[in-house]
């Protein structure tokens, strides 16, 4: 009964939060790069990728949450995934990241939340993979886990994700649109001293170059310049670290989950990961000393994939060559960037512990300076 009226609470205290509507950049006509985006422009358009989010908003003191990501439909921990991790700066828990990079593979959904909330959602997906058809005899399950720290609008030491909460997330994850802003594991983050949160984005290669997709999702809690497709918006907002407002909060963090369906392995995934922190450095996030930038890259092409056990000693997969990848490089860059952009855009203020208040991004006036330097489409 208690769950049910915790679960009512949220829902009443999300739909007073989020009183009006944003819309994403390229509905302003912000076109970012030179791609084509994916149908929905968020990381689902890569086949197979599911996304889900729990959010947790009650009281005054609570705004939390935990975000999955799924590579695919079927049983991830008996079909892996190749993978890879790359780290722009350290300063973070990301759980399960050993293993990715001296396997180079991923056996779980990859999962975000809150700093102090990363050993409960590692208990949680292994549970969840321990109980899931075909893993009955599995013994070792390499979790992974991500976070940013939301402690200036959430009560991070109160702990209130649960393991219910992560595996809730794991299940309702789908398709199609994603939901942004103030959602799931960027409920209560930070971004260039505006509300964060979760932002997507994708990037489709024509048929001459594959027809792959790179889809990005990103958790934004980090500080620096803010610069929307090369415009200096947080300087002539007068907003921007080093400035007499905002001294002291270019600290955060900032985790990239990159998604492709293009045939490659763990070592070209780690080199479309370094392409994705550029994509975060093309918004004006300079990696503090504070923050934990993270990518974690996944391709959910079937054909690489790495069975669990197999009759076979060896495995042969077609991979793309080396020559084939700058398309894929370039993808992620614009991809990354938008989602960035798109986490701000989504974001809408928010009021929360010790009545600290993140206010969103002043679109109006964001708008208008674009047009001055010419970047909205018609």
């Given amino acids: 009964m208690r769950s049910v009226f915790i679960f009512l609470l949220m829902i009443a205290s999300t739909s007073q939060t989020w009183s009006q509507e944003h819309r994403r950049a390229r509905d302003y006509g912000i076109h970012i790069g030179v791609l084509p985006t994916g149908d929905n ?12 989010h729990t959010t947790i908003i009650h009281g005054n003191h609570t705004r939390t949450g ?15 995934v190749p993978a890879a991790v790359y780290v722009g700066n350290g300063f973070g828990k990301l759980a399960g990241s050993t ?6 593979n991923l056996e779980t959904p990859v999962i975000l939340t809150n700093t102090l909330s990363v050993g409960t959602a590692m208990n949680a997906v292994v549970d969840w993979i321990l109980q899931q058809a075909g893993n009955e005899d599995v013994q070792s399950v390499n979790a992974v886990v991500g976070e940013t720290n939301d402690g200036y609008l959430n009560d991070i030491r109160d702990r209130q994700v649960t393991e219910k909460h992560v595996t809730a997330a794991i299940t309702q994850a789908k398709g199609g ?28 290669l024509p048929e001459s170059l594959g027809g792959y997709s790179v889809g990005v999702l990103v958790q934004t809690n980090f500080g620096g310049v803010l610069q929307i497709g090369g415009v200096p918006v947080g300087e002539e907002l007068q907003q921007f670290y080093l400035s007499q407002h905002l001294q002291d909060h270019a600290d955060g963090s900032c985790m990239i989950v990159v998604a492709t369906d293009a045939p490659v392995d763990a070592r070209n995934l780690e080199r479309i990961a370094k392409r994705a922190i550029m994509g975060l450095a093309k918004t004006g996030g300079i990696a503090s000393n504070g923050s934990g ?7 959910s092409h079937p054909g690489v994939r790495v069975p669990h056990t197999s009759a076979s000693k060896t495995q042969t997969v077609t991979l793309l060559r ?13 991809a990354t960037e938008e989602a960035i952009i798109n986490s701000l855009f989504m974001a809408e203020t928010m009021e929360g512990k010790e009545q600290h208040k993140a206010q969103s991004l002043p679109l109006d006036k964001v708008i208008q300076i674009l047009r001055k330097h010419n970047a909205i489409n018609p």
């Fill in 99 to 104: 293993q990715v990079q001296e396997l180079g």
């Fill in 293 to 299: 930038d993270y990518v974690i890259a996944f391709s």
């Fill in 41 to 52: 422009n968020a990381i689902t358009d890569v086949s197979g990728v599911k996304v889900g």
């Fill in 66 to 80: 935990v975000t999955a990501i799924l590579p695919h439909e079927g049983n991830i921990f008996q079909q892996k």
């Fill in 177 to 204: 649109a994603v939901a942004e802003g103030n959602v799931g594991a960027g409920t209560g983050t930070m971004c260039f001293g505006f509300k964060g949160g979760i932002g997507t984005s994708s990037r489709q």
């Fill in 322 to 334: 080396n020559d084939e990848m700058s398309p894929l490089f370039m993808a992620t860059i614009e």
